[in-house]
Each structure stands twice: as C-alpha cells, then as structure tokens.
C-alpha cells in the first residue's frame, strides 16, 4: 500500500481521475479531459507537469501510439488502495445473487456461486472449493465386461459410487477378480486411497505378477476416480476473457492465461493466500506472483460455513476493470454463498 502523503490534492485528484477515465473508454487520457473532467482550474501546462511527475513516480506510463496517458500496476494499487469509491449493489441486485444461492448441495451453490460471478462482472469467475477430507473406501468390486475389460466398482464411506472401466493385458476369470476385491476389501477398507497405496505398495511383492498388475490398475484408476469428483476448484466464463482486447492482443499470452485456467494447481496457491486473508484482497498484475496473469487483476474474499473460513471465491479479469463495481459483487456473493451453506439467512446482509 502506498502512503496517500506522498501525493499531493491535485496529483492524487488527477490521477482518480485519469485511471476512472482509461477503466471506462479504454483510451489513453490527455491533459484536455483532465482539465475537463478533474473539475481544478489547472492551466494545461500545470497538468502537463504534473502528469510528467506521476510519470516519473512510476504511477502512469505514455503508449508510442498516443500522446495520453494510462495507468501503470503501481497507479493502480494507489488507486485501489486510497483514491477507489466502491458503488454498493443495489437492493435488486443483492436480491438475485441471494435467490442464485438457496440452501442446497454444496458443490451445486459453488458452481453457481462462479457462474454468478462471471455473469455479474463479464470476467471469469473461481471458486476455490473447501479442502475435504479423503474418502475412505467401504467396499471395492471387480466385474468382468469382457476378455480384457473389468469394470471398478468403488464405494466410499460417505456412500458415493464411482465406477472405472480397466484394460488388461490378460483375461482375468471371476473367481480370480473375486479374490482380488476380497483381499482388497478386507485388508484396506475404512482407508482413503492414500493409505491404501502406501501399504500395497509394501506388500505387492507378495502378490502373483499378474495379480500386482491388476491391483496397481486398480489403485490408478480409483485414485482418479476419487480425485475427479472432489475438484480443487470451479472456473466460470472462462470464454469472457476473450472479449478483453487487452488480453486478446497478445495470443501467447493469451494462451497461457488458458493454459493456467485449465490447469489450475498454481491458481490454487493464489486462492489459498485469499483463503487466509481477512476480507478482500487485491492482486494486480504481477503481485500475484503468477507470470499468465501480469495484465490482469483478481479480487478475492474467503468465504465460511458456520462461521468458519472453508474457501475463497473470486474474479479474473484486466487490470482496466470496474473495481467501484467487481468488488461489492465479490464481497457480497462470498456472504451470501457463506450465507447459503451456513442455511443462515441473515449471513449476507451488508
């Protein structure tokens, strides 16, 4: 955070003003529209100067096309930090984020809770979904399809049912895929899979080589399985970002914005900083340590079941966003999705 003395009224006032003029048009700002829109009776070569320092403190820069100027990281950190007016959400508004998210399943409230987010702000939405605990198998079944196709058939202790087709180089008959599951079953069940692959990888070497090869099938496929259906996070309108042109210009960059979204595991480290910070936080190009997201900025806030922080929620988009508007709308969908699996109707009041 930069100290609002290291400015003074007019420079702080010029600047407010020329980072809300770039963030609505898009366009280098130039000393006219200050003058215009700044409302201080500056000569033009006063504003010239003063622009000049701003420039030389690191706050604004000149694009070669333009003789105007646009804001730099840092201007937007002193902007967000000190200069920002955040408009409050309308009651309307408030009011259909908290129809979205009735009290339901949790993964359906944090699918919607990103989707709104998307829809809300046109950028893309994220919800980093709360860490579980690894389900642990009650019972595991082998059934034969075919020759060389045996169908997985796992059942976790919460009572969810996750099936997985595996390929085999050998024929395996039902009474050997019978003792398989037994051993299975009654040596590791009441264990995630974890457990499960840490202790059969000590006692493989006392299986037959074509029961190890089976077992290790098992092991990978089901440790997919589980892994698919308790996903780190959700990432919504995705597709908005290729509507920003100061993203969509640079297609390398592009690219590995995408590949990042897709990816997701270094995504997740930033979403663990905003899930143990208090309240909103701000990450401006590269502040987030990511180098895909160096032209864009995320707003997070961490969100709770009973009181207790299990996650956080958030928006991705370009440095030019509209913070007045994408900050209450992260802050308020985080009370009301914290609202939502709390079943506490009055978490989201503002």
């Known amino acids: 955070m930069y100290n609002r003395a290291m400015l003074d009224d007019r420079s702080r006032t010029l600047l407010k003003t020329l980072v809300e003029h770039y963030i609505a048009d898009g366009a280098p700002v130039g000393s006219r529209a200050l003058s ?15 622009m000049s320092d701003l420039e030389d403190a690191g706050f604004i820069t000149s694009p070669h096309t333009s003789a105007g100027r646009v804001p ?13 007016t955040i408009e409050p959400l309308q009651q309307s508004q408030i009011a259909t984020i908290g129809d979205s998210l009735k009290p339901a399943q949790p993964q359906q409230l944090i699918a919607t809770a990103s989707r709104l987010l998307s829809q809300l702000t046109r950028f893309a939405g994220i919800v980093a979904i709360p860490k579980r605990a690894a389900s642990r198998i ?5 059934v034969r399809l075919s020759e060389k196709r045996i169908l997985l058939i796992l059942v976790t202790d919460g009572g969810d049912v996750q099936n997985r087709i595996l390929f085999t ?30 202790r059969l990888h000590m006692e493989l070497k006392t299986l037959r080589q074509d029961m190890r090869a089976l077992m290790a099938a098992a092991l990978e496929a089901g440790g997919e399985a589980l892994a698919a259906d308790n996903p780190d996070c959700v990432v919504s309108g995705e597709k908005n970002l290729l509507a920003v042109e100061e993203l969509s210009s640079d297609m390398q960059r592009l690219r590995r914005l995408f590949d990042l ?57 370009p440095t030019r966003m ?23 109707p009055n978490a989201g009041d503002s």
């Open 36 to 50: 215009r829109f700044s409302g201080l009776e500056l000569s033009p070569a006063t504003i010239r100067n003063v």
């Open 72 to 84: 730099t990281a840092r201007g937007y950190r002193l902007f967000v930090d000190n200069l920002l």
């Open 138 to 142: 009650r019972q595991i079944e082998f």
């Open 169 to 198: 180089e050998r024929a395996y008959a039902a009474a050997e895929l019978a003792t398989a599951a037994n051993y299975l079953n009654r040596h590791f069940s009441g264990l995630d899979f974890e457990a499960i692959r840490a």
């Open 261 to 317: 979204l897709e990816q997701r595991s270094a995504l997740m480290v930033l979403m663990e900083h905003a899930y143990r910070a208090e309240g909103i936080q701000i990450f401006i190009g590269d502040e987030s340590g990511l180098a895909p997201l160096d032209e864009c900025s995320v707003v997070t806030a961490p969100y709770t079941v009973d009181g207790q922080v299990v996650g956080s929620l958030g928006v991705i988009g």
């Open 322 to 344: 509209a913070y007045e508007r994408v900050i209450p709308i992260v802050d308020i969908t985080a009370k009301l999705l914290s609202s939502a699996l709390s079943h506490n």
